[in-house]
């Protein structure tokens, strides 16, 4: 079993709709959570960055961490076809308050956004 | 200002052949790092170099893979006896030592495709 799971999809949604974007782990070590974003034949780039359960809003992006269930979720508010990207979750743990960048993705998630 | 570049952007090698794949990280950045993203794996952490201190290995696949850091900046993986389950795309990220270690700059990557 991965430490990490995520659905890969492919997800397909109209323009405007909300997007649901999920992760689960099962080490409890993981203190850290992101969302990055990859582009076709581009390297993925960084959308959220959180360490506490709870929301955290960027514009139309939502990431809500709960630590007690062991599970991340990114919400994409009014969906765009600009949007249409893979969706990567990744996560790593504390070393002494901080984190040393050794991150664990997902399997990624492939989003469509037709208009 | 200049992103990460990697080069060559496609690599195409013969069963059995070494290769050397280049990763030129932002300035400035003390952190650099090698991932592997291939179909049903994922992407996979290989390698991390901070600063001077001894690299963390521990992502390494086989004993096929190595990789260098000169001067603190360019960094080189390399891969003997190549491998076709070695064909994925090798992602190289830095970070800045003023910012979190997780929010990592990405290349846009080298397609690795061993015949």
């Known amino acids: 079993q991965k430490e990490v799971e995520q659905d890969p999809g492919p997800l397909s949604v109209p323009e405007g709709a909300i997007v649901s974007l999920n992760c689960t782990y099962s080490?409890?070590?993981?203190?850290?959570f992101m969302w990055y974003r990859q582009y076709s034949r581009k390297g993925p780039e960084l959308l959220m960055y959180t360490y506490s359960s709870g929301n955290k809003e960027d514009g139309r992006f939502t990431a809500q961490v709960d630590k007690s269930s062991k599970y991340i979720s990114l919400f994409i508010r009014d969906s765009q076809p600009s949007d249409s990207a893979t969706y990567l979750c990744?996560?790593?743990?504390?070393?002494?308050?901080?984190?040393?960048?050794?991150?664990?993705f997902g399997q990624g998630t492939i989003l469509t956004v037709h208009p | 200002g200049a992103g990460v570049s990697q080069s060559p952007s496609n690599k195409v090698t013969e069963k059995g052949k070494d290769v050397e794949l280049r990763c030129d990280p932002i300035?400035?950045?003390?952190?650099l790092y090698w991932y592997r993203q291939s179909l049903g794996q994922g992407l996979e952490f290989l390698i991390y170099f901070q600063g001077n201190s001894a690299p963390d290995k521990s992502g390494l696949p086989s004993d096929r893979f190595s990789a260098e850091r000169t001067g603190g900046s360019v960094s080189t993986l390399t891969i003997q006896r190549t491998q076709q389950e070695d064909s994925a795309v090798y992602l190289c990220?830095?970070?800045?030592?003023?910012?979190?270690?997780?929010?990592?700059?990405f290349g846009p990557g080298t397609r690795l495709t061993v015949t």
């Open positions: 300035s400035g950045h003390t952190a």
């Open positions: 080490n409890s070590a993981f203190q850290y």
């Open positions: 990744a996560m790593s743990v504390d070393a002494g308050g901080t984190s040393y960048g050794k991150l664990t």
């Open positions: 990220a830095s970070s800045s030592p003023a910012r979190s270690a997780d929010e990592q700059y």
